[in-house]
């Protein structure tokens, strides 16, 4: 059911590694919303609802997304409203989905699990493909996919993401823990926000365990380096402590054999790791090409006037 699945359908690898109890963490945000009330569109250049607007909660969002639910559910889902639109002239249904996530971090999240497309100036970080627009906007990620894309439905999805983002609350701005992810060689449609091991493991594999020891409490920020012809990836972690961050800097030097002074191994074929808190952050280098490219991204990480800006 393609008009249902847009984003969730990239989540399939979360299908066959996460079950029920895997996002059901202590803590997950799971109240009802409290955020005003957010009519979706009665009709936009000539397509109209089919029916009237659904809504979906954690409970019942499988209902509605044939369990491909797991991403926004690791984001703290609160609830989904959606509404089916009709057509003129033989055009293709146009279905909008609206997420309401645990905060304007997590929608922005949801946005950055795929960054693909052309961007458009649209709420926060819109990208469109092929007849799908996507953005994020306060604690809400919008999605408005046509089933068949002309340049008709293509002016009519662009139309009805601005309709969208006219109705939503203005805020919303890029966590923190992101704007401190080193620059130099950084690419941007590579950056990723979370909280949970399934969708890191998405990314970038680090281990079948919850190694970190991330969920609902921690922030952490994942980038992806290029410099001077080495590759890698650095994530950042911010815990409620210091002495979690020191936990989980252990587990992850023990995990892969880091030493025990320089915090750096190299790891088989998968390159260069490292890994050191500081205060309530962890910095881990992950996959690196070199040595060298190693030693500088956790430096720059964790101290910012050793470089990394551009």
């Not at 594999?205 to 992806?224: H, I, K, M, Q, Y």
Request: aromatic content about 8%; overall charge negative; proline content about 5%.
């Amino acid at each position: 059911m393609q008009q249902r699945q847009a984003l969730a359908l990239l989540a399939v690898v979360l299908v066959v590694a996460i079950g029920l109890a895997a996002w059901l963490w202590p803590g997950c945000p799971r109240a009802t919303s409290t955020a005003p009330a957010v009519e979706l569109p009665a009709s936009v250049d000539g397509w109209t609802p089919r029916g009237p607007t659904a809504s979906y909660d954690p409970t019942t969002i499988f209902d509605y997304i044939d369990g491909h639910a797991e991403v926004y559910l690791a984001y703290g889902l609160r609830r989904c409203l959606t509404r089916r639109y009709g057509g003129p002239d033989g055009e293709a249904d146009i279905v909008v989905d609206l997420f309401e996530l645990a905060s304007a971090a997590d929608a922005f999240g949801v946005a950055t699990y795929d960054r693909e497309g052309s961007s458009v100036a649209i709420g926060r970080d819109a990208l469109l493909r092929h007849g799908w627009l996507s953005f994020w906007q306060d604690a809400f990620f919008v999605s408005v996919l046509s089933e068949r894309e002309t340049g008709r439905s293509r002016a009519a999805v662009v139309a009805m993401g601005r309709d969208l983002a006219n109705r939503l609350p203005s805020g919303g701005s890029v966590p923190a823990i992101v704007s401190a992810l080193p620059a130099v060689g950084l690419d941007p449609r590579q950056v990723r926000f979370l909280r949970h091991s399934q969708i890191l493991n998405t990314h970038l594999f680090v281990d079948d365990e919850n190694l970190l020891g991330l969920g609902p409490s921690t922030s952490a920020a994942l980038g992806r380096y290029a410099r001077d012809g080495s590759q890698g990836y650095l994530l950042l972690v911010d815990y409620p402590s210091a002495s979690l961050a020191g936990s989980a800097a252990d587990a992850f030097g023990k995990r892969f054999a880091l030493d025990p002074t320089e915090g750096i191994a190299q790891v088989t074929d998968r390159g260069w790791f490292a890994a050191r808190a500081r205060d309530a952050r962890l910095a881990a280098v992950i996959d690196a090409g070199s040595q060298q490219l190693a030693a500088t991204l956790l430096s720059e990480a964790l101290d910012p006037r050793t470089g990394g800006k551009p």
